[in-house]
């Protein structure tokens, strides 16, 4: 593990390194001892039309927009190269930041990252355009052209990665960029934005804006933004949305998830505990994608339940800066609250609490112990609503029909997991639930070349894989008569 000082934070704006406008700073707080490590500029309005007006002049000069696909898949391939060369610095600043395991952040966020450019560098040279056969005695040709400026904009949760599946497809397709990271998790941020001049990103094409709320709509709501590509929770979300609307910005958005792990009786009980465990741990809980309800046949329902109760509070929890741990703090005190409201709820709806249900009191950081709930009904709020923490509610079904109807009666539909051994039912089942993105006999299983994304109140639009350039570009049609 590296050890270094972080440095004060400056805005990123075209190409050069300044402080906001009125001067104005925030905290930036180490979540696993609630102490402040940095302050990062807090950008006003005007910082944000600054950013926007660097990202706009680059785009219309063509330094980047201009080059053809293959050569901007050059500089993207040398972004993950960067990444890769500096995965120690970039594994502490989203440890410090975000209070992951140093080791989750190796494995996981900085790989991930670096795979994300490196996928969509490869996908760079496609975007030229193609030849469409017409019933007509006509040759139709349709091009390709990136939308202008893009907003990026970011939680708290997974800076790096969330930010590179936005950051990374705008570029391939020859797009510029204002990025806003949660003001919360703001570093690794700041220090790609580093890595792109590194890699001869040419000034103006990625900008980066530090700040709260208001930055973010003063984004929003900015004319000379193109297109939004946010990420967040879905009460957010629908405020974004409707700033957007208000210009006929085109926006994609992965929202809040809740989804159901359901396992069968013929399941592979030791490989499913490992993947139900991760599904609602990975990340302290804060993964849009996890499990925290898990749906088990009524047969083996007792018997799961007494191997969490066995396995869950062995699972490493503490200073994510050891390499052995496995559960790190939640990323705020605020995070923390909603957690401990969503447990004393839980027990006011007739809760049993299996096992954790309590802080842990460690170096004053913001530390919760995994949690396993049974014996709630389906509607009870705990189980209906995100609580976005290390949370697992456990529910009994009787049928293959009730299970999916369990699993599809919240609002959201980001994701959701099947463990069973019998292939006809896990592709039956899966394709009855309403998710993005299903997973057989494992969770949280994610690549580039494969799109995610939500439907209901989990979003719209898709992120990675080749359909993730079709929010980044718009087409144009020529048809040539041959009469």
Request: glycine share 10%; net charge negative; with cysteine.
């Amino acid at each position: 593990m590296t050890t270094f000082e972080i440095e004060p934070g400056r805005l990123f704006i075209g190409g050069q390194w300044r402080e906001a406008a009125d001067g104005a700073r925030t905290e930036v707080v180490d979540p696993s001892r609630g102490a402040v490590v940095t302050t990062v500029a807090d950008a006003g309005a005007a910082d944000v039309d600054a950013a926007v007006r660097a990202a706009r002049d680059a785009f219309d000069d063509s330094a980047w927009s201009g080059l053809s696909g293959r050569e901007r898949g050059r500089v993207l391939h040398r972004v993950a190269e960067l990444i890769r060369e500096n995965a120690d610095t970039i594994a502490e600043l989203e440890s410090r930041d975000v209070g992951k395991p140093i080791t989750l952040a190796h494995a996981v966020d900085v790989t991930n990252a670096a795979n994300d450019y490196e996928h969509f560098a490869a996908l760079a040279h496609a975007l030229d355009g193609s030849v469409r056969d017409t019933s007509m005695n006509a040759l139709a040709y349709v091009r390709r052209r990136p939308i202008g400026v893009v907003a990026a904009i970011t939680p708290y949760n997974f800076p790096l990665i969330l930010a590179g599946s936005k950051i990374a497809p705008a570029l391939a397709a020859g797009n510029t960029v204002v990025h806003k990271p949660a003001e919360e998790t703001p570093l690794s941020a700041l220090y790609m934005a580093d890595l792109f001049k590194r890699a001869g990103v040419p000034d103006g094409v990625v900008n980066v804006v530090t700040g709260g709320p208001a930055a973010g709509e003063a984004l929003l709501r900015h004319s000379g933004v193109d297109k939004v590509a946010f990420t967040g929770s879905t009460a957010v979300g629908r405020k974004v949305a409707g700033m957007a609307g208000e210009s006929l910005k085109p926006v994609t958005m992965e929202l809040g998830g809740n989804a159901a792990h359901i396992v069968f009786q013929d399941a592979d009980l030791e490989k499913a505990v490992g993947a139900i465990i991760k599904g609602f741990v990975f990340n302290t809980g804060q993964f849009c994608m996890g499990g925290p309800r898990l749906l088990v046949a009524r047969p083996v329902y007792s018997t799961l339940l007494g191997i969490l109760a066995d396995a869950v509070p062995g699972v490493p929890l503490g200073d994510p800066r050891k390499s052995e741990t496995v559960v790190g703090p939640m990323a705020g005190e605020r995070h923390l609250r909603k957690v401990e409201e969503y447990v004393d709820l839980a027990r006011k709806e007739g809760g049993r609490i299996v096992c954790g249900g309590e802080r842990l009191d460690l170096d004053g950081g913001y530390y919760y112990k995994p949690t396993v709930i049974a014996d709630l009904p389906n509607d009870s709020r705990v189980i209906q609503e995100e609580i976005f923490g290390p949370v697992l509610t456990v529910q009994p079904f009787d049928s293959e029909d009730e299970a999916v109807e369990f699993a599809n009666s919240t609002p959201y539909g980001l994701a959701s997991g099947v463990q069973t051994g019998n292939l006809a039912r896990a592709h039956r089942v899966a394709d009855r639930l309403q998710a993005g993105i299903v997973w057989v006999n494992d969770w949280a299983m994610l690549d580039p070349a494969v799109p995610f994304g939500g439907v209901k109140d989990s979003g719209f639009g898709r992120e990675y894989g080749p359909e993730a350039l079709d929010a980044y570009t718009t087409t144009k049609s020529v048809v040539v008569s041959l009469d």
